[in-house]
C-alpha cells in the first residue's frame, strides 16, 4: 500500500473508534428506559405513600440522586430492589408505618452484601432493634436508599451519619480537639467516630474488655512516632502509662481476664471521651486548674497537690522530678548492680568448684 492510500483508512478507523467510545459514554450517562418508566411518576415531587395508621411519606425518588448513587454506577434498576412493582396499581403497601416499612426494605440490601450484614448483626444496633429499639441503625440509615453512598471517600460524612441520631455527642465531639482537627480542617488523621467504635461490628462500648483494650485504641495513633511527630505531640504518653501503676494493672487485666472491670484509669477517665481537649485548653480535664477534680473521680480525699505526686506522661527528669529521677537512676545502677555482681559471683564460684575439683581429680589420677 502506498502511504498516500493508508491516511483515509487512518481516519476512518480513527472515526469509528471515536464514535463507539462516544456512543458507550452516552449509554453510560443515559439512564435505563426500565427506570425511566418509574421515574415517570416518581420524580414527581407530590407523589406520597401512605401507611396504615394513616402516617404519610413522600413517594419521590430523585433522578440525578439515583443515578449518581453507587447503585445508579452500576446500571441497577429499580426492579433490583422492588421487584413487585413492576406493575401500576402496585399492591397495596404492606407496612403498619414508616419505621416499619423502613426495617422490612432494608432486607434488600443483605442478599448482595453479605459480609457488611454479617457485621452488622453482631452490633450493638442490631442488640437494641432485637430489644425493640425500631429506631436503631440499619443499612440505609448510614448510607441512603436510593442516593446510597459509599462513605469510604469521606471521613466527615461519617461523622455527620452518626449525627443523625447522637446529635449531642457529635457537637460535644465537634468542639473537641479531633473533631476540630476533622471538621474544621478536614485533618483525616483525626478519629472519626468509627475508628473507636468500628463500621459495621460497633460493640457496647461500657464492657470490661472495651474499657481494659481501650489504651492501644488510643495508642493505634498516639504511639505511632511518625504521625504524632506532625503535631510536635509526645508519643510517650502511651509507653509511660503502661509502665504507670494505672497502667501496669489494665494492661494485666487485658491480658489475663479481659472481662473482669479494672478500677484503674484509663486514657479516657483522665482526658475525657467526645470532649478531649489540649492539655493547655482552659477547659481541659487535665489542665492544672482542673486535674484534682479529675483525680478526684478516684482518689476522693485527695489534696491540690497529690496530682504533683504523680510523674504524668513524662520520664522523671532531674529538671522535673529531681528526687524520683534520683531514685529510679539510684534503682537503675543499683539493681542490675546487685543481680550482675550475684551473677559473677556465681559464676566465680561455680567455676572454681568445677575446675578445682577436677584439677584435684587429674592430680588423683596423675599420682596413681
Ligand atoms: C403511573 C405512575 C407510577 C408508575 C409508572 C410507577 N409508580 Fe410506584 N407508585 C406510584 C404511586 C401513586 C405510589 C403511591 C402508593 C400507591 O398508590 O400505591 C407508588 C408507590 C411506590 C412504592 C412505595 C410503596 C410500596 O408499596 O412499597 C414503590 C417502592 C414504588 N412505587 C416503586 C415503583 C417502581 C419500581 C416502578 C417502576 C417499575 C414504579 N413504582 C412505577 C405511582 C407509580
Ligand atoms: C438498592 C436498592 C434500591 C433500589 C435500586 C431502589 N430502591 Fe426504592 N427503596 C429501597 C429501600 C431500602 C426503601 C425504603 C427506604 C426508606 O424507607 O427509607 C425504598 C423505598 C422506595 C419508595 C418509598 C418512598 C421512600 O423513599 O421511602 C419508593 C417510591 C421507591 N423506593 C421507588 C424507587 C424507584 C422509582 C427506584 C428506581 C429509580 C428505586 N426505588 C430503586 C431500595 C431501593
Ligand atoms: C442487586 C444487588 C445489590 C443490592 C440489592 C444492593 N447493593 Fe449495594 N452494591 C451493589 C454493587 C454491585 C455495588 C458496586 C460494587 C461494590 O462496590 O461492591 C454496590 C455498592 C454499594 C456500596 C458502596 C461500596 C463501596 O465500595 O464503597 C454501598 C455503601 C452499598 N452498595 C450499600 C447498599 C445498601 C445500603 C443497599 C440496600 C438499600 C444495597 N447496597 C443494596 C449491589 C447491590
Ligand atoms: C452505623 C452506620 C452504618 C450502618 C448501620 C451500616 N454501614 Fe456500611 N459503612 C458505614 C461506614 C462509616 C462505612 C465506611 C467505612 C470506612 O471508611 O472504612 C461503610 C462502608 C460500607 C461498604 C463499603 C465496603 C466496606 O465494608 O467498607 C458497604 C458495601 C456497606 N457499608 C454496606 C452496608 C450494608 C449492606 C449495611 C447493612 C447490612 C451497612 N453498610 C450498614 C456505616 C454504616
Ligand atoms: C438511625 C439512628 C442511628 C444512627 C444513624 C446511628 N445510631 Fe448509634 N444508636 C442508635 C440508637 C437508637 C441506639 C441505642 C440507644 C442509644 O444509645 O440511644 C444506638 C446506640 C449506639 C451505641 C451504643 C450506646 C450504648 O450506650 O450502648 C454506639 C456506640 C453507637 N450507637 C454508635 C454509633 C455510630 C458510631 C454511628 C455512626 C457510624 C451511629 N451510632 C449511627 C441510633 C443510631
Ligand atoms: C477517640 C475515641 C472516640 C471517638 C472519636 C468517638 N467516640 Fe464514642 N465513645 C468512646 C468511648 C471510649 C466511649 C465509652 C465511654 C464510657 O465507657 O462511658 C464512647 C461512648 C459512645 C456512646 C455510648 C453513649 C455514651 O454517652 O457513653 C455513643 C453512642 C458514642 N460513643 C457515639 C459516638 C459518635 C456518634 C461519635 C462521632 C461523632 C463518637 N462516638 C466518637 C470513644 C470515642
Ligand atoms: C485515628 C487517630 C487517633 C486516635 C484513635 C486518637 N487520637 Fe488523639 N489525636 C490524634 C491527632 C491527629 C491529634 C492532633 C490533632 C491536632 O492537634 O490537630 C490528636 C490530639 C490529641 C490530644 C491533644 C494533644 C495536644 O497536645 O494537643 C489528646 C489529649 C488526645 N489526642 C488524646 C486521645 C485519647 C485519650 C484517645 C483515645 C480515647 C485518642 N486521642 C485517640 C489522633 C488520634
Ligand atoms: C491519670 C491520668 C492520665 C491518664 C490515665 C492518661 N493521661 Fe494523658 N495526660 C495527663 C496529664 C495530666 C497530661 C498533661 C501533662 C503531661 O503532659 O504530663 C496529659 C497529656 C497527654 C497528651 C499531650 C502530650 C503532648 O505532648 O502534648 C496526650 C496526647 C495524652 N496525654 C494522651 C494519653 C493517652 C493516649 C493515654 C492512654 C494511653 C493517656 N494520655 C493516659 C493525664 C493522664
Ligand atoms: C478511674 C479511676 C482513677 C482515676 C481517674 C485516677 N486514678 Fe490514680 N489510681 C486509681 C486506682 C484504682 C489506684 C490503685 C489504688 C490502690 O491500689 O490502692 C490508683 C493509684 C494511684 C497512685 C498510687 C498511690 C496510691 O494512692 O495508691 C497515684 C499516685 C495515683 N493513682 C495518682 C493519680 C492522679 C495524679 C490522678 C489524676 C491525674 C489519678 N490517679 C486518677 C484509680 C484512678
Same mark, same amino acid.
Given at each position: ?105 432494608? &432486607? ?107 489504651? &492501644? ?97 513524662? &520520664?522523671?527528669?532531674?529538671?522535673? &522530678? ?47
Amino acid at each position: 500500500m502506498k502511504p498516500a492510500k493508508k491516511i483515509p483508512t487512518i481516519v476512518l478507523l480513527s472515526l469509528c473508534f471515536f464514535i463507539l467510545v462516544g456512543a458507550l459514554a452516552v449509554q453510560a450517562q443515559e439512564p435505563l428506559a426500565e427506570n425511566e418508566q418509574c421515574l415517570t411518576c416518581h420524580s414527581n415531587p407530590d407523589l406520597t405513600v401512605t401507611f396504615a395508621d394513616g402516617s404519610e411519606i413522600s413517594g419521590h425518588v430523585s433522578r440525578s440522586g439515583f443515578l449518581h448513587s453507587v447503585h445508579g454506577d452500576e446500571d441497577m434498576t429499580c426492579g433490583g430492589c422492588h421487584p413487585d412493582h413492576q406493575d401500576y396499581p402496585h399492591p397495596e403497601v404492606d407496612a403498619a408505618d414508616a419505621r416499619s416499612y423502613t426495617l422490612k426494605l432494608n &432486607e434488600t440490601c443483605l442478599d448482595c452484601h453479605p459480609d457488611q450484614s454479617e457485621k452488622v448483626q453482631d452490633s450493638v444496633h442490631s442488640k437494641y432493634l432485637a430489644d425493640g429499639h425500631t429506631e436503631a441503625a440499619v443499612c440505609v440509615d448510614c448510607h441512603g436508599a436510593h442516593d446510597t453512598i459509599s462513605l469510604r471517600e469521606s471521613r466527615v460524612a461519617i461523622a455527620t451519619a452518626c449525627r443523625q441520631c447522637h446529635s449531642e455527642i457529635y457537637d460535644e465531639y465537634r468542639d473537641s480537639v479531633h473533631g476540630k482537627a476533622l471538621v474544621e480542617e478536614e485533618n483525616t488523621d483525626a478519629p472519626t467516630c468509627v475508628d473507636c467504635h468500628g463500621v459495621h461490628q460497633i460493640e457496647n462500648p461500657h464492657t470490661a474488655q472495651y474499657r481494659n483494650t481501650s489504651p &492501644e485504641m488510643c495508642g493505634s495513633c498516639h504511639a505511632d512516632a511518625e504521625l504524632m511527630k506532625k503535631y510536635d505531640i509526645s508519643t510517650n504518653v502511651f509507653q509511660t502509662y503502661v509502665a504507670d501503676f494505672h497502667g501496669t494493672t489494665v494492661t494485666l487485666f487485658e491480658r489475663e481476664s479481659p472481662d473482669l472491670p479494672s478500677n484503674k484509669a484509663v486514657c479516657y477517665d483522665c482526658h475525657g471521651i467526645h470532649n478531649i481537649k489540649a492539655p493547655d485548653d482552659p477547659n481541659s480535664t487535665v489542665i492544672k486548674d482542673n486535674l484534682q477534680k479529675t483525680c478526684q473521680k478516684c482518689h476522693p480525699d485527695i489534696s491540690a497537690n497529690f496530682p504533683a505526686s504523680w510523674t504524668s506522661h513524662y &520520664e522523671p527528669t532531674f529538671d522535673k &522530678e529531681p528526687l524520683v529521677a534520683a531514685v529510679n537512676l539510684f534503682y537503675a545502677i543499683i539493681i542490675p548492680g546487685v543481680i550482675g555482681f550475684m551473677g559473677l559471683f556465681v559464676v566465680i564460684d561455680a567455676g572454681h568448684r568445677l575446675f578445682g575439683k577436677k584439677s584435684a581429680d587429674t592430680k588423683h589420677q596423675d599420682e596413681d
